[in-house]
């Protein structure tokens, strides 16, 4: 159809065959992302996964190190969690949060400084009744 | 008055319709005075929302708890600005405010744009009233603001961490962006409507797509900057949804900014821009939906409802109706000029555009990540911010050195002897820079040293311009270089005001680099009369302080710093306790040197009974450049939003000299 | 009481002002959308472009973005193609 292939067309494609190949060299390096499971899904699962749950008592502090239970957000099933590092002002039991880790016998280790809580939907209190 | 608010809004939504339906009547009959009350209409809708608002607005400011929504979001204790704040602080303002923005500035371009051309105007009335109704029936029949209750005798009261200057300005910031990216994709659905695809909806919109692009950018620094202060994990960006649900339209928008400049000298890129808009305006929404919806795992979880549902049905709507208006367009926006040289500043236009979109789409696919790997796999997967980084290296090293390279290259074509000599001057300034960078010490992080090395480069590149621009305006005959000056930039506004931005682009860089790749972090644990050092800094930590404040108690570590010799008076970081809400929140202490744009950001991480403190202390090189790029960005947006006169009476020519011939 | 009349009031108000093109004109002479003729609206766009162009490519070589011999290469098409537009222009005026 077109006379000559314009120059523009040539750099379109260029550029989106180098942007696959960046793509792609990054995915080759890093993994296509982190599993992110909750308590009951954790079984027999080894390496790096994230781990989200709502947090169950009891909460033991010793230290920088805090010692916690987690449980599905909708369910019973539940993990002992223990980890080091920041712990934002919002954690406290009830509270949903996220954190990095792997499983050992047993207890989640998780990540220095990966404990991320979520907000109480803060811009509405309460669910009516609920 | 909940009765009056709710009046308003189902006059709105009933106007909406009518505009919605007559306008497209009227644009498909070609009805002259249908399609004007089709206008009136949206500017009549405007006029009813903003009674609700100010019902609104009158019961925040009264703290009529019998509002559910007032109840729900302030206290009596709570100061005025705060309480007028909840307005877009819950789901039912917040989707209030975008419909009140919406209106007005559709209203406003509409009126404006007459004069470009009833007939574009006529279709873009329907376009506009389209995404009014939907908003204005998420407000009256699924998240009313103006739900009514008994009331109680004291309201819930605001988040503390709301409670801050920068979270009162942030979201409206941001919904005027969002909202005005309506307006040029409107635009441009009416000229594909009425199949007239010239300049025109390009020059009516110009200005909107630079106002939203500029509250947008501004919004996200705003909230950037709140995150720093306040929420205090010593970062101010963290790849978060809602953050990248900000950034993405935002980088779309940047690339149509761009390419439309090559339509209007050129005549190129049609079709590319058509796209642009469609994807800047569909990821506006899908970042009002993220926000909104709290589908993603994020600590921004807002509140979940069924609003998803509406909005995904929405968003599925926008662009299944954009891309068949493209496509069955797409024979009228062919461009007859085609690319001349791969060395000119139209290809370099091009390759900021390929940059901008892929990133702003890899930023979306890593948002996307977590749901298209359930979708695929059965499993949830996420993607951490080492996946968002490498994309921004990958991708913004190249778009910073076409910063610098773009302003130095001619339209058209270019010759590699022109090219040696404008590159001259600013790549010995980015020699010398790396040059003395290195002595510095900045070798520490090759990578930054590469960027700094760039943005040097583009800052050369840019003072260049001005330079040269100036002493040409001189030799032309200005009387004066200030006034040769003046001259340069109120000549070609758009362009010199482009340079402003980029400057602010680069401050931006340069901080963002200092303070990510050349940060030092310390943690200690400390009793008092312990110190520890970090950088250059020592801090002793003498006492523990606890005070009673009006609505918190306060618990404050006190720091005596220093930096060699020199004492540098105090610091107190610390924690509040709030009895009434229930909550903690983390204070930290930030010491800013106003010469360097150093911080030293200290935060008590934990406080134990017995006054031993955790610390956690960063030292932040260059991160005031961030703000002051915000200040710059605002001033460079400014100048080239100013209005043009010459070119305005250049443009008033053009449409009256073009009759219709019906 | 007072919010309904206001309610009552607001839709008053809208009604007129949405009825107002037609209030002012019941009768017409004609009711036809404007539209600017494509083919001249194209031809202006062109003969500013073209005007534009000449101009930033003189300020770019007073600057020196341009060297000598780019500029040499490229006014003189520049040029013919502005002169082009212009008569292409005044012509379908005429």
């Not at chain 2, 279709?123 to 103006?146: D, H, N, Q, R």
Request: proline residues 4%; hydrophobic residues 50%; glycine residues 8%.
């Amino acid at each position: 159809m077109s006379r000559r292939s314009s120059p523009a067309r040539l750099v379109v494609a260029l550029s989106v065959a180098g942007l696959l190949a960046v793509f792609l060299l990054y995915t080759s390096i890093a993994g296509g992302g982190t599993a992110s499971l909750q308590p009951s899904e954790l079984a027999g699962r080894a390496g790096k996964v994230q781990l989200a749950g709502q947090v169950v008592g009891p909460i033991q502090r010793e230290g920088r190190t805090i010692r916690f239970g987690l449980r599905d957000i909708e369910g019973t099933a539940t993990v002992r969690v223990t980890y080091s590092g920041s712990v934002s002002d919002q954690f406290r039991v009830g509270r949903d949060v996220y954190l990095a880790g792997r499983l050992v016998n047993g207890v989640f280790v998780g990540e220095r400084d990966s404990l991320v809580t979520r907000c109480p939907s803060k811009y509405a209190p309460k669910a009516s009744g609920a | 008055m909940p009765e009056l608010g709710r009046a308003a809004l189902v006059a709105a939504l009933g106007l909406a319709i009518y505009a919605l339906l007559a306008g497209g009547l009227a644009a498909h009959r070609r009805k002259r005075r249908l399609a004007r009350s089709a206008q009136n209409a949206l500017v009549a809708a405007f006029v009813a929302t903003a009674v609700a608002a100010i019902v609104l607005v009158a019961a925040l400011a009264r703290r009529d708890f019998s509002f559910v929504y007032v109840a729900q979001l302030t206290s009596s204790d709570l100061p005025l600005p705060y309480a007028l704040s909840a307005f877009w602080g819950g789901q039912e303002g917040s989707l209030l405010l975008w419909l009140l923005v919406l209106t007005g500035l559709g209203a406003a371009a509409v009126v404006t744009g007459r004069r470009v051309g009833e007939d574009v105007i006529a279709w873009v009335v329907p376009v506009i009233a389209g995404v009014a109704t939907f908003f204005a029936l998420l407000v009256v029949a699924v998240e009313s603001p103006f739900a009514t209750q008994v009331a109680p005798a004291e309201g819930a009261g605001m988040t503390p961490s709301l409670q801050n200057p920068y979270m009162v300005a942030h979201p409206p910031l941001l919904y005027l962006g969002y909202v005005g990216l309506t307006i040029p994709w409107a635009f441009a659905m009416g000229a594909l409507l009425a199949r007239r695809v010239d300049e025109r909806w390009i020059v009516a919109t110009r200005r909107w797509t630079l106002l939203a692009w500029g509250f947008l950018g501004l919004g996200q620094l705003v909230g950037a900057k709140w995150a720093y202060e306040e929420v205090g994990w010593g970062g101010y960006f963290a790849w978060d949804p809602v953050e990248n649900a900000a950034l993405m339209p935002w980088l779309a928008a940047t690339a149509f900014l761009h390419s439309v400049m090559i339509q209007e000298k050129r005549g190129m890129l049609r079709a590319w821009n058509v796209v642009l808009v469609v994807l800047a305006f569909s990821l506006s929404i899908f970042g009002t939906f993220l926000t909104r919806s709290g589908i993603l795992n994020s600590i921004h979880a807002f509140a979940e409802s069924p609003i998803g549902a509406w909005f995904l049905t929405f968003i599925t709507l926008v662009v299944a109706f954009s891309l068949y208006l493209f496509f069955s367009r797409l024979p009228l926006l062919r461009s007859k000029t085609r690319l001349e040289s791969l060395v000119s500043r139209e290809a370099t236009f091009l390759y900021n555009n390929l940059l901008l979109v892929a990133l702003s789409l890899t930023v979306l696919w890593g948002v996307l990540f977590p749901i298209l790997s359930e979708a695929v796999r059965g499993e949830q997967r996420t993607i951490g911010p080492g996946y968002y980084n490498f994309f921004l290296q990958s991708f913004g090293l190249p778009l910073l050195l076409l910063m610098g390279i773009g302003p130095l290259i001619a339209w058209r074509r270019a010759s590699l002897r022109a090219l040696r000599r404008t590159f001259a001057w600013p790549m010995g300034a980015a020699l010398a820079a790396g040059v003395a960078l290195l002595a510095l010490g900045a070798g520490s992080s090759p990578l930054g040293l590469v960027a700094y090395t760039f943005a040097a480069f583009v800052l050369g590149s840019i003072v260049h311009e001005f330079v040269r621009g100036t002493s040409a305006r001189k030799a032309l005959g200005a009387a004066s270089w200030p006034s040769a000056f003046g001259q340069l930039v109120s000549h070609n506004r758009r362009r010199y005001g482009g340079y402003v931005v980029h400057a602010a682009i680069v401050l931006l860089a340069i901080g963002v680099i200092g303070s990510s790749l050349y940060q030092t972090v310390r943690e200690e644990e400390l009793r008092p009369g312990q110190a520890m050092t970090a950088g250059p800094y020592t801090l002793a930590y003498s006492s523990l302080e606890r005070r009673q404040a009006a609505n918190a108690e306060e618990l404050r570590a006190v720091l005596v710093v220093s930096r060699g010799d020199r004492d540098l008076g105090t610091i107190e970081p610390g924690k509040n306790r709030y009895p009434v809400e229930q909550q903690n929140s983390n204070e930290v202490a930030i010491r800013s040197d106003p010469l360097t744009g150093e911080d030293l950001f200290v935060i008590a991480d934990q406080i134990d009974e017995d006054g031993t403190v955790y610390f956690k202390v960063f030292v932040k090189p260059l991160v005031n450049l961030i703000w002051l790029a915000g200040v710059v960005f605002v001033l460079g947006t400014l100048i080239t939003l100013w209005p043009d006169a010459r070119e305005a009476r250049r443009l008033a020519a053009r449409s009256a000299l073009a009759p219709s011939e019906t | 009481m007072i919010a309904l009349a206001l309610g009552a009031l607001l839709a008053a108000l809208c009604v007129v002002w949405v009825a107002l093109p037609f209030l002012r004109e019941p009768e017409p002479a004609d009711d036809t959308l404007a539209a600017p003729g494509a083919r001249r609206l194209a031809l202006l766009e062109e003969r500013d472009r073209a005007l534009a162009a000449l101009k930033e490519l003189e300020f770019d070589h007073r600057t020196g973005t341009i060297s000598d011999e780019d500029y040499r290469a490229s006014v003189g098409a520049l040029r013919r193609q502005a002169a082009e537009t212009l008569r292409a222009a005044d012509a379908h005026a005429a």
